[in-house]
Nanobody, 119 residues
């Protein structure tokens, strides 16, 4: 069973950058489609990005295209979400998830990490 742990959240000014990490100390993340979701205050959970299992193909939600990049470091069993040119609308709790494939309902979730973009 996966135990996903997110890290890298924090507070940043508009235009700044953060890199989130999603790691598991046991099972290989390569076997799963790893996704990032976020929930902003008062809003529903929103899909942000996903990277397919055993590959490098990715997809992104429209609000983050061109600003966020998801990548996989198989050697360290970690998936990253590089977030550039952050906007106040990016504020929320970011969750890492694992599913058999991108687009399927995740089977595993991390505990979440807070991202706050404010001047």
């Amino acid at each position: 069973q996966l135990q996903l742990v997110e890290s890298g959240g924090g507070s940043v000014q508009p235009g700044g950058s953060l890199r989130l990490s999603c790691a598991d100390s046991g099972l290989a993340l390569d076997s799963y489609g790893i996704g990032w979701f976020r929930r902003a205050p008062g809003k529903e959970r929103e899909a942000v990005a996903c990277i397919i299992s055993r590959g490098s193909s990715t997809n992104y939600g429209d609000p983050v295209k061109g600003r966020f990049t998801i990548s996989r470091d198989s050697a360290n069993n970690t998936v990253y979400l590089q977030m550039n040119n952050l906007e106040p609308e990016d504020t929320g709790v970011y969750y890492c998830s694992a599913a058999l494939a991108c687009g399927l309902k995740p089977d595993y979730w991390g505990q979440g990490t807070q991202v706050t973009v404010s001047s």
